[in-house]
């Protein structure tokens, strides 16, 4: 089982970046997805979940309106799509896995991707 997030960069506020979280060795639309990120110096925080029927929930109410979380079965891949980024949006990103429901704390996911860095620019 791996999880393989990509997609991360150096971006200027207000652009647009496209995270992947490719799964290997089991199929992710049976699971729940969640990216987390952490930035410098603080804890690793959630972002966004969606659940293996499909619901997504967003755990900051900054990444809400601005960040969009999807999946597509037949790539087995998980996409989080970040817009208007802002400086405090730096961080690397990281995807996990959990069964079915999404859950608000990391404890409840076991297996977890490399991370991606996200950096925006003022």
């Known amino acids: 089982v791996q999880l393989q997030a990509s997609g991360g960069g150096l971006v200027q506020a207000g652009g647009s970046l496209r995270l992947s979280c490719l799964a290997y060795?089991?199929?992710?639309?049976?699971?729940?997805i969640a990216w987390f990120r952490q930035a410098p110096g603080k804890e690793r925080e959630g972002v966004s979940c969606?659940?293996?029927?499909?619901?997504?929930?967003y755990s900051q109410e900054s990444a809400e309106g601005r960040f969009t979380i999807s999946r597509d079965n037949a790539k087995n891949t998980v996409y989080l799509q970040l817009n208007d980024l802002k400086p405090e949006d730096t961080a690397v990103y990281y995807c996990?896995?959990?069964?079915?429901?999404?859950?608000?704390?990391?404890?409840?996911?076991?297996?977890w991707g490399r991370g991606t860095l996200v950096t925006v620019s003022s």
């Open positions: 996990a896995r959990r069964s079915y429901q999404c859950s608000v704390y990391k404890r409840a996911y076991n297996y």
């Open positions: 060795g089991f199929t992710s639309e049976h699971y729940a």
């Open positions: 969606i659940s293996s029927g499909g619901k997504s929930t």
